[in-house]
């Protein structure tokens, strides 16, 4: 297994294919890099390099009790895309990793980045508060914490059915899809997963946004019951200079799964302007 060690001694796994220009993709919680799969093996095999990492306490990096915040997600990543070297770098983020990408920009600038794609990502801000009423209320994200303590196991195979859109009508539900997701989820350390919970929910990455000083590219399903797109992807074309907003009609949180071809293009488009 590869992996950096960072400046605090934590051991971080990733995956690195191919050659080209670079493409790092970022996963979401509770995930791993396995989340994307069929990413890494459509770009590579179309001549791009394909990086993907687990952040700390999740999949196969090291469960840390301490450091479990968007700061040093952000500094976990600058030190992998520095070790590894990475110029004219594509950075992809979905969901949290959205977060960690927008996080990453603000703490370490463009320098090394040549573009930026958010998936179905938290930012500016997913809590409910007076100055975002769009957001999403603190019970929510306590109902997560309580669920992930209680029983995580069981909340992580109830969360796939709205992560994935299967409780909508006519969907077709997968058993694969949910099984890779429970078994993501429950190879990370508790401790981090519930210290993550916070980092999505409410923290806010509105300045981090407003730095993103290169193309981006938005992707959204206008029917993510996970972040929602009033709170998130429409507010974070407004935000970032220089942004284009794609939104995926009906479609899921975990798109780049359920509609993978569509998406795939999409980027593919997205990465040859």
């Known amino acids: 297994m590869a992996t950096i060690t960072t400046r605090d001694g934590t051991k971080i796994f990733y995956k690195d294919w191919g050659k080209g220009q670079p493409i790092l993709f970022s996963h979401g919680w509770p995930l791993s890099a396995d989340a994307w799969d069929v990413q890494m093996a459509y770009f590579g095999e179309r001549g791009y390099r394909v990086i993907a990492h687990d952040r700390r306490s999740h999949g196969r990096s090291d469960q840390t009790w301490d450091g479990n915040h968007m700061d040093q997600y952000a500094d ?23 977060g960690e990408v927008a996080r990453y920009v603000g703490r370490h600038g463009t320098r090394r980045v040549a573009k930026v794609v958010l998936l179905g990502a938290v930012p500016p801000l997913m809590l409910k508060t007076a100055g975002n009423p769009e957001g999403t209320p603190i019970e929510v994200f306590d109902g997560i914490r309580k669920g992930t303590l209680a029983n995580r196991s069981q909340f992580f195979k109830d969360l796939t059915i709205p992560f994935y859109g299967f409780n909508r009508p006519g969907a077709q539900s997968s058993e694969g899809l949910r099984e890779s997701f429970w078994l993501q989820g429950m190879m990370g350390g508790i401790k981090g997963q519930l210290d993550c919970i916070h980092e999505f929910s409410e923290v806010d990455y509105t300045e981090d946004l407003k730095r993103i000083d290169v193309p981006m590219l938005i992707v959204h399903g206008d029917d993510d019951q996970i972040v929602p797109i009033h709170a998130s ?11 284009t907003l794609k939104v995926f009609q009906g479609a899921d949180h ?10 795939n293009a999409e980027l593919l488009a997205f990465l040859k302007r």
Do not use: C
Not at 81 to 97: C, F, K, N, P
Not at 254 to 263: D, K, M, N, P, S
């Open 254 to 263: 975990g798109l780049a799964q359920t509609r993978a071809e569509e998406f």
């Open 76 to 98: 976990d990543l600058a030190e992998l895309i520095e070790a590894l070297d990475l110029r004219d770098l594509v950075l992809v983020g979905h969901s949290t990793g959205g």
């Open 233 to 243: 992807a429409l507010k974070a074309a407004k935000l970032a200079p220089n942004a």
